[in-house]
Nanobody, 130 residues
Framework: QVQLVESGGGLVQAGGSLRLSCAASGRSFSTYAMGWFRQAPGKEREFVAA???????????DYADSVKGRFTSSRDNAKNTVYLQMNSLKPEDTAVYYC????????????????????WGQGTQVTVSS
């Protein structure tokens, strides 16, 4: 069983930045593929970013078109943590942000569908004011 805990959400003005963190339990974090999703009020949960499991030298990251160039995801396997750096935030980025973990993952593959993830955190609220 993997437990995920997101943090770092909050209220920020448009154009500002936030960094979300997702801390995972367990000793196999480096073998997990990780993802970020978000859900705005009245909308379905949607893909934001995905990061592959780590190999010795290569990491793959994928982003939704709506956040490309503004958001950056990274991982620190020593800390069992994945990050989502969000810059140039817009009011339409307002949502609850969730991280997901996929326990059986292939090197160099990122996963962008909700059904591909086995574990989820409780979410952290991000509110961007105009």
């Amino acid at each position: 069983q993997v437990q995920l805990v997101e943090s770092g959400g909050g209220l920020v003005q448009a154009g500002g930045s936030l960094r979300l963190s997702c801390a995972a339990s367990g000793r196999s974090f480096s073998t997990y593929a990780m993802g970020w999703f978000r859900q705005a009020p009245g909308k379905e949960r949607e893909f934001v970013a995905a990061i592959s499991r780590s190999s010795d030298s290569t990491l793959y990251v994928d982003y939704a078109d709506s956040v490309k160039g503004r958001f950056t995801s990274s991982r620190d396997n020593a800390k069992n943590t994945v990050y989502l750096q969000m810059n140039s935030l817009k009011p339409e980025d307002t949502a609850v942000y969730y991280c997901g973990a996929r326990s059986i993952a292939t090197y160099s593959v990122t996963y962008s569908r909700i059904s591909e993830y086995d574990y989820w955190g409780q979410g952290t609220q991000v509110t961007v004011s105009s």
